[in-house]
Structures are given as structure tokens and as C-alpha cells.
């Protein structure tokens, strides 16, 4: 087999071992939380935790794999992904889960990047998009799997998805060592000076202030509305319909595969037939009714076709959201995909606290404040995002 083909399976079976057991964790938590006598807000913590590590140490250990090489940091973030998931599986108090969840972000953080590094030292430019895609393909394939996965496992012990996914983190990590090779050379390496170079606060303050701010809010409203709706379900499903984890992990995986679906295959066609602007708004609205929707749900068809509703709702913003971002940005495209992740994590850290706070008030009231949110949303994108072509009208033929 071709090296860099092989490369890039090994690569790709680490990323979807990672993903799926991230996925794996969704359905379970809620239960693992209750059986500890905690709530919705320790949930929201929690959550949120593993979001700041990520958010941290990400660009730290992407950083350390431009001075030392992409391997040694590989191969740390997969022995700490299986380390902190045996740990998951063997917790007994509500602090062991917070110890693992976040020594899980910062570990787990550095191999994403790491992948993505390595793919791009050693795949040839002709192939580099289908290498970056298949990766992609593999988180997004782990996302969907591990809930429904987890959830099944999870009915004969709340332990059991976790030691497996310790498992497979283990043979990956066997993979790795034994075939992967370094693949950035000592001449190629950057020192500590150049890496500092690469913390631009002024270009991050331009970007901020510029056309692009206010699409920034947006990403960060419309990842905070999906991680307020993910986050609290299991518990609002368990209190309010009496769920059971493999009921949790089907909604969790139609929430991933409508996700992928909507993402892959209608944002493209729908957004050069509208325009970015008109999706970004009209999904943003879309969003607040599936919010209400749920609230109005009561049966396990029209709650699962009301997560579906939603999943499709939010799925079709973010790749707007991107593109206008990327279109409008008046600083470098490196600067300004870095702050869209940035205020897409920032998202995923606020959103799972405000749900947790929230249902500790009142079962239905995350559902309520976030229809509220994505409205605030759709008002703010009626204000700040004025209409322009749609895409079709300024290619190139």
C-alpha cells in the first residue's frame, strides 16, 4: 500500500476512535450525573470543562507538534484519551468525573490538530482536500455512531461503552506507534520565536471590530442554541418521558446523522440558490420553532421528529455562517477561521452552563430560553447582516 495512503487510514481510524467515544459519552452522562445525586448545572459544568481544555490547550499542543514533531504529541493525546476513559468507566464520585472530563480535554485536545498537521506534511497537494475530508467524514461518522452505540451498551452497564472505547483507543495507539512515521522533518521545525509570531492579539482585535464581528456573535449564538438542546436532553428526556439511555443515544445519533446529511448535502444547494445571508436568518428562526416544538412534543415519534427538525435547523446556519465569515473578512483567512472556531468553542463552553443552570429551575425552561436566544439571533441578523447576491451570480464561468 502506498505510505501516505496508509498514513492517512491510520490517521482517519484515530480520529473516529475519538469522536466515537465522545459520542459514546453524550447519551450516558445525564445518568451517570444522576446516580451521583447531582443536576442539570453539574451536567452543564461538566460538559462545558472538556469545551475550556479543548479551547486551551489545542493550539498549545498544535504549537509543541511544529517544534518537536507530530508523532510524540499523537501519540500523547490517544494514550490520554484511553487513560481518561478507563477512569470515566471506573468513577465512583461526581469529582473523579470532573478529574477525567477535563484531563480528557486537555489530553484528547492534541490530536486533532496533530492529524491535521500530519496530513499536511505528508500528503501530496493533489490529494490534501480528499485527505482533509475523509478525516472529516470520520469524526463526523463517530459522532453519529457513538451515541446510539453508547446508549445500548450503556443498558447493561453505565461503565461498559467507556471501557470499550478505552479499547479501541488502545489498538489505535498500537497502529500509530508501529507505523506511523514522523512525518516533519528537524529542518522543517519551528523555533520557539517564529511560534510566538503566531499570536497575532492586534489582527484578532481588527477582525473583531471589522465586518466579520457581527457573524461572530452569530456563530457563537447559533453553537450555544444546538449545545443547549444536546446538552440538557437527557435529562429533560429521562424526567419528562422517563427515557432510557439507548432511547437517548437514537435521538443523539438522528441529531448527528441529520446534522451530516443537512451539512453534506443541502447546505451547498440552498445557500447559492439564497445566498448565505437569507439561510443564516431564516435558519436562525427555524431554530427558535424547534425549540417550541419540543416543548410541544409528546409522544417518542414527535419528539424524535423534532429533534430531527432541529438537527436540520442548525446544521444548514454553520456552513453560512463559515462562508460569510470567510467572504466578509477583512484580515487574513487564517485569523478569521481561527476566531470562528474560537467563538464556536466559546459556544460549547456557555451553552451546556446556561441549559444545565436553567433546568435546575424548571424542566422546560432550557427549552424555552433558548428559543428565546435564536430569536434574539434572528433579530440581531435582521439588523447586522444586509443582503447581498447570491453566490451563483459572482462565479467565474
Do not use: H
Given at each position: 500500500?502506498?505510505?501516505?495512503?496508509?498514513?492517512?487510514?491510520?490517521?482517519?481510524?484515530?480520529?473516529?476512535?475519538?469522536?466515537?467515544?465522545?459520542?459514546?459519552?453524550?447519551?450516558?452522562?445525564?445518568?451517570?450525573?444522576?446516580?451521583?445525586?447531582?443536576?442539570?448545572?453539574?451536567?452543564?459544568?461538566?460538559?462545558?470543562?472538556?469545551?475550556?481544555?479543548?479551547?486551551?490547550?489545542?493550539?498549545?499542543?498544535?504549537?509543541?507538534?511544529?517544534?518537536?514533531?507530530?508523532?510524540?504529541?499523537?501519540?500523547?493525546?490517544?494514550?490520554?484519551?484511553?487513560?481518561?476513559?478507563?477512569?470515566?468507566?471506573?468513577?465512583?464520585?461526581?469529582?473523579?468525573?470532573?478529574?477525567?472530563?477535563?484531563?480528557?480535554?486537555?489530553l484528547s485536545s492534541a490530536t486533532a490538530p496533530t492529524t491535521?498537521?500530519?496530513?499536511?506534511?505528508?500528503?501530496?497537494?493533489?490529494?490534501?482536500?480528499?485527505?482533509?475530508?475523509?478525516?472529516?467524514?470520520?469524526?463526523?461518522?463517530?459522532?453519529?455512531?457513538?451515541?446510539?452505540?453508547?446508549?445500548?451498551?450503556?443498558?447493561?452497564?453505565?461503565?461498559?461503552?467507556?471501557?470499550?472505547?478505552?479499547?479501541?483507543?488502545?489498538?489505535?495507539?498500537?497502529?500509530?506507534?508501529?507505523?506511523?512515521?514522523?512525518?516533519?522533518?528537524?529542518?522543517?521545525?519551528?523555533?520557539?520565536?517564529?511560534?510566538?509570531?503566531?499570536?497575532?492579539?492586534?489582527?484578532?482585535?481588527?477582525?473583531?471590530?471589522?465586518?466579520?464581528?457581527?457573524?461572530?456573535?452569530?456563530?457563537?449564538?447559533?453553537?450555544?442554541?444546538?449545545?443547549?438542546?444536546?446538552?440538557?436532553?437527557?435529562?429533560?428526556?429521562?424526567?419528562?418521558?422517563?427515557?432510557?439511555?439507548?432511547?437517548?443515544?437514537?435521538?443523539?445519533?438522528?441529531?448527528?446523522?441529520?446534522?451530516?446529511?443537512?451539512?453534506?448535502?443541502?447546505?451547498?444547494?440552498?445557500?447559492?440558490?439564497?445566498?448565505?445571508?437569507?439561510?443564516?436568518?431564516?435558519?436562525?428562526?427555524?431554530?427558535?420553532?424547534?425549540?417550541?416544538?419540543?416543548?410541544?412534543?409528546?409522544?417518542?415519534?414527535?419528539?424524535?421528529?423534532?429533534?430531527?427538525?432541529?438537527?436540520?435547523?442548525?446544521?444548514?446556519?454553520?456552513?453560512?455562517?463559515?462562508?460569510?465569515?470567510?467572504?466578509?473578512?477583512?484580515?487574513?483567512?487564517?485569523?478569521?477561521?481561527?476566531?470562528?472556531?474560537?467563538?464556536?468553542?466559546?459556544?460549547?463552553?456557555?451553552?451546556?452552563?446556561?441549559?444545565?443552570?436553567?433546568?435546575?429551575?424548571?424542566?422546560?425552561?432550557?427549552?424555552?430560553?433558548?428559543?428565546?436566544?435564536?430569536?434574539?439571533?434572528?433579530?440581531?441578523?435582521?439588523?447586522?447582516?444586509?443582503?447581498?447576491?447570491?453566490?451563483?451570480?459572482?462565479?467565474?464561468?
Open positions: 500500500m502506498n505510505p501516505s495512503k496508509r498514513n492517512l487510514y491510520i490517521l482517519t481510524f484515530v480520529l473516529f476512535v475519538v469522536m466515537l467515544g465522545y459520542g459514546i459519552i453524550i447519551p450516558i452522562l445525564p445518568f451517570y450525573i444522576e446516580s451521583m445525586g447531582a443536576g442539570g448545572m453539574e451536567l452543564g459544568l461538566l460538559v462545558a470543562s472538556y469545551a475550556v481544555m479543548r479551547l486551551i490547550f489545542g493550539p498549545i499542543w498544535g504549537g509543541l507538534s511544529d517544534r518537536i514533531g507530530r508523532k510524540p504529541i499523537l501519540l500523547i493525546g490517544i494514550l490520554g484519551y484511553a487513560v481518561t476513559m478507563v477512569w470515566f468507566g471506573l468513577a465512583t464520585k461526581l469529582w473523579m468525573l470532573f478529574a477525567a472530563r477535563i484531563l480528557s480535554g486537555v491535521m498537521a500530519f496530513i499536511g506534511d505528508s500528503t501530496p497537494e493533489n490529494e490534501r482536500g480528499g485527505g482533509m475530508g475523509l478525516l472529516g467524514a470520520a469524526g463526523g461518522i463517530g459522532t453519529i455512531v457513538g451515541p446510539v452505540l453508547g446508549g445500548f451498551l450503556a443498558s447493561e452497564s453505565l461503565s461498559t461503552p467507556f471501557f470499550l472505547a478505552a479499547g479501541l483507543s488502545v489498538l489505535s495507539l498500537l497502529l500509530a506507534i508501529v507505523f506511523l512515521p514522523e512525518s516533519l522533518p528537524g529542518e522543517a521545525r519551528r523555533s520557539s520565536q517564529e511560534i510566538e509570531k503566531l499570536i497575532d492579539l492586534k489582527g484578532w482585535g481588527q477582525a473583531i471590530n471589522g465586518p466579520i464581528g457581527s457573524l461572530l456573535i452569530l456563530t457563537f449564538i447559533s453553537t450555544c442554541g444546538l449545545m443547549i438542546f444536546a446538552n440538557v436532553f437527557g435529562l429533560f428526556s429521562l424526567e419528562k418521558f422517563d427515557f432510557e439511555p439507548d432511547d437517548v443515544g437514537v435521538m443523539m445519533m438522528v441529531l448527528g446523522l441529520v446534522s451530516a446529511l443537512a451539512q453534506g448535502v443541502l447546505a451547498g444547494p440552498l445557500t447559492k440558490k439564497w445566498g448565505d445571508e437569507t439561510v443564516i436568518k431564516g435558519g436562525l428562526l427555524a431554530t427558535a420553532l424547534g425549540f417550541g416544538l419540543m416543548l410541544l412534543a409528546n409522544t417518542y415519534m414527535t419528539i424524535l421528529l423534532a429533534t430531527a427538525f432541529f438537527a436540520l435547523t442548525v446544521a444548514l446556519q454553520i456552513p453560512a455562517l463559515t462562508s460569510l465569515t470567510s467572504r466578509r473578512a477583512t484580515v487574513p483567512q487564517g485569523i478569521a477561521m481561527g476566531l470562528s472556531n474560537s467563538f464556536v468553542s466559546l459556544g460549547r463552553i456557555v451553552g451546556p452552563i446556561l441549559g444545565g443552570m436553567v433546568l435546575d429551575i424548571n424542566l422546560n425552561l432550557p427549552y424555552i430560553s433558548g428559543a428565546g436566544f435564536m430569536l434574539l439571533g434572528f433579530l440581531f441578523s435582521m439588523l447586522w447582516i444586509k443582503p447581498t447576491k447570491p453566490q451563483t451570480e459572482s462565479v467565474s464561468p
